[in-house]
C-alpha cells in the first residue's frame, strides 16, 4: 500500500536529517583528524629545530653530557616517546627515551623511520638534520624524534563521541522541529481530504473544513469550504428545481392523463386503457362493453347559464356517473359534453342494461349550480366486444352511431349497436362527422341571389345562401345540414363565417357599386348566443361598414320570444341604426302587436305562397292580404321563389316591389354575383344572408 503523505513526510525527514548529520560529523571528523596531524607536524618540526640548535655546540666539541642535558627537556613534552642524536657519520651520538627499556639504534637508518601520519598509525618519526653555525651550513648531524599518538587518538575518540552525541541531539531537535512542521501541513491536509472524502462519497455538504492560517493550506481550505457552500447552495437549488420538476410532471402528468373540469381521466387516458382492455380479450378472451355518453341539451345549458356553469354541471355529472359505476369499471371525459365508459367482468347483456339504466336514474335529479336547478338528460350507446368488433376505430364507430340511435330515438335512453342502423340514421352520422371539419377544411361558402324590382327588374341586390362544398365537388344544400348544425351547436360558427365573409363582400359592392346596406338572417338559436352582438358589430368592423349599412333578418318566431335577452339585443341594434326585416312571413305564428312594437323595415313573403301563384285562390288570398299589410305599415315586400312569367306578372299586379327566384338568377359565387352587377351596370341598395 502507498505511504501517506505524513508517513512519506516522516521518512524523508529522517533520510535529510540523518543524511546531514553523518555528513556533518564525518566532515568535522576529517577536519579535526586534519587539524590534529597538521599540529603534530608542525609540533615536530618546532622541537626538532629548537633541538638542533640547542645540541650543535655539544655536537661539534663532542660535549656528550651537554647534550644528553638538552634531549632530557624533552621530558615535558609527553608525546616524545623518545630521541636519538647522530653525528656526521651517522653514528648514535646521544639519546633520550621516557621508557628504560627502549634501546636506540646505534646507527643511523632513514629507512627505520615512519615520515608521516597516516590515519590510524600510533606513532609519528620526525628526521631533522643539525647544520654547523659556520657560515657554509655543514650538516653535522641528525635528530630523529619519534612521536606518540595514542594519547592524541584517545583525546580525538572522546572528541568525535561529543561530536556524535552533539549531532545525534540536534539531529533529534531538528526531526523533532521538522516533524511539528510536518504536522502543521499533514494535519490540516488530512482534515481536508476526510472533509472532501465525505462531500465525495457521502455526499455530506455539512461539515467545513477550519483554515489552518494565512498559508496557501489556509488558502486551499478557505476554497474549498467555499466551494462546499457554493454545492450546498446548489444543492438545495437543484433540490428545489428537483422538487419542483417533480411537482410540474405530476401536475402535467395530471393534465395529460385527467380532465381538468371533472378530475376524471382524459382521452388519452381512456385511448390506453380500451388497448389494454383489447388485450386482455385476446390473451384472456375477457369481452367488454364500451358505453359512449351523450348529454341532452347541454350546450343550451351553456348558451343560458355561462360556461362557468356548464364546467360545474359536468363536474357533477362527472361525480354522480364515477359513483354509479363498480370500483374496477372506467370513466373518463372525451370533451364537451361526451363521457365514455368501459365495463369489464360481465355475463349477459341485461348487466349491461342494468348499468345503463343506473346511469339515467342517477342523472334524473336536479342539479343544483351556483342557485340555479338544472334538469340534465343523457343518450347512451353501447358497443360490446367482441360482438361488435375487436379493435379501438370499429368499437369507438360503433357505441358513437348506437348513441345517435338513442338521441333520433327520443333522447335519455340507451341503444345497442344494431347492423341494421337505417340508411337516414348512417346518412346523418356521416353528415354530422363530415360537418365538424368542414370549417377547418374551407368547404363552407357562401353564395348570392339576386333581388331585383318588380317593376323594371333591375337587381337591387343580393340574399347570400351559405353552401356545403364537399371534397369531391358535391354540394350539400342548408335544408341538409343546417338543422343538423343547430342540434350539435356548430350553427354559432357558421354563422360567424358567413356573417364575416358576406360583410367583407357587401363592403365591396359598397364602395364599387353604391350598396347602401345588408341584411342578416338569424334563427332563434343563434340569437341564443350571448356574444351575437359582439359577432355582429366585429364583422361590421373589419369590413368598414356602418350598422345602418346593414340589415337583419329574423323569423317570426324570434319575435315570439319575450326572453329580455333577445329584446335588449334588438333594441341595442335597432339603436345603433340597423334594420329588422321578417323573413318567411306567414308560416309562423305572426303577431301585430310584436310587428308593431318594432320599427320592422321589410317582409318578405315565403315561397311556398309564391309558388302557388297565380292559380290557388288561398295562396292569392294570403299574399294580397300580407302586402296590403305591409303598405299600410310603410314596409317594403320582397317575394321569394319567383320561377315563372305568370308569378312575377301576379306579384307586380298585387304590388309586390321586390323578388327573387331563379326566374332572374340561381344562387352564384361572389365572382360571378360581380360580373352580373358589371354587366347590369346597377345600383343595389341591399343584400341579405339566409342560412
Known sequence: HPLPIGKKLQVINLLIVGLITVLTLISLCFYMYSTLRDDYLNNSKTLSSVLAESVTSALLFGDQKAAQESLAGLRTVDYVAHAELYDKSGNLFTHYARTETFKAPATFSLQNYQQDIHFGSLIYDNVFPVFSIAADREQIGTITLQLDLSKAYTHFGYQVGALLLIGLLGAALVSATLYKLQKSITVPLLSLAE?????????????????????????????????????????????????????????????????????????????????????????????????????????????????????????????????????????????????????????????????????????????????????????????????????????????DSAMYQAKNMGKNNFQFYKDDLSRTQKNRINIESHLRHALERNEITVYYQPIVEISNEKIIGFEALVRWIRPDGSITRPDDFIPLAEEIGLIID???????????????????????????????????????????FSALNNAQLEPCNFEMEITESVLMDNSIDSMNLLELLIQKGMGIAIDDFGTGYSSLSYITSFPISKIKIDQSFVAKLPDDKNALAVVTAIIGLAKSLNLKVVAEGIETAEQLDCLSKLGCQYGQGYLFSKPIPANEATRLLESRATQPTSSSINL
Request: with cysteine; proline share 2%.
Open 195 to 399: 472533509t472532501m472524502r465525505k462531500v465525495g462519497q457521502d455526499g455530506n455538504l455539512s461539515p467545513p473544513t477550519a483554515a489552518s492560517g494565512q498559508d496557501e493550506i489556509g488558502e486551499l481550505a478557505n476554497v474549498f469550504n467555499h466551494m462546499v457552500d457554493e454545492l450546498s447552495q446548489r444543492e438545495q437549488s437543484l433540490q428545489q428545481e428537483l422538487k419542483e420538476r417533480r411537482r410540474i410532471e405530476a401536475k402535467l402528468s395530471q393534465i395529460a392523463h385527467f380532465d381538468t373540469t371533472t378530475n376524471l381521466p382524459n382521452r388519452h387516458s381512456f385511448n390506453n386503457q380500451i388497448d389494454r382492455a383489447l388485450l386482455n380479450y385476446k390473451y384472456e378472451l375477457e369481452k367488454f362493453s364500451l358505453m359512449y355518453i351523450d348529454l341532452d341539451n347541454f350546450k343550451y345549458v351553456n348558451d343560458t347559464f355561462g360556461h362557468h356553469v356548464g364546467d360545474l354541471l359536468l363536474s357533477h355529472i362527472g361525480e354522480r356517473l364515477r359513483s354509479s359505476l363498480r370500483q374496477k369499471d372506467f370513466i373518463a371525459r372525451l370533451g364537451g359534453d361526451e363521457f365514455v365508459i368501459i365495463v369489464n367482468d360481465f355475463t349477459d347483456q341485461n348487466q349491461i342494461s342494468a348499468v345503463a339504466e343506473k346511469i339515467l336514474v342517477a342523472l334524473q335529479a336536479p342539479f343544483s349550480v351556483e342557485n340555479h336547478e338544472i334538469f340534465i338528460g343523457a343518450s347512451i350507446g353501447i358497443a360490446i366486444c367482441p360482438n361488435n368488433g375487436n379493435n379501438s376505430e370499429a368499437l369507438q364507430r360503433q357505441a
Open 494 to 536: 357558421i354563422g360567424k363565417y358567413v356573417l364575416m365573409a358576406s360583410a367583407a363582400q357587401t363592403a365591396i359592392w359598397v364602395n364599387r357599386f353604391g350598396l347602401s346596406f345588408t341584411a342578416v338572417n338569424f334563427s332563434s338559436r343563434q340569437f341564443k348566443h350571448n356574444n351575437l352582438a359582439e359577432d355582429i
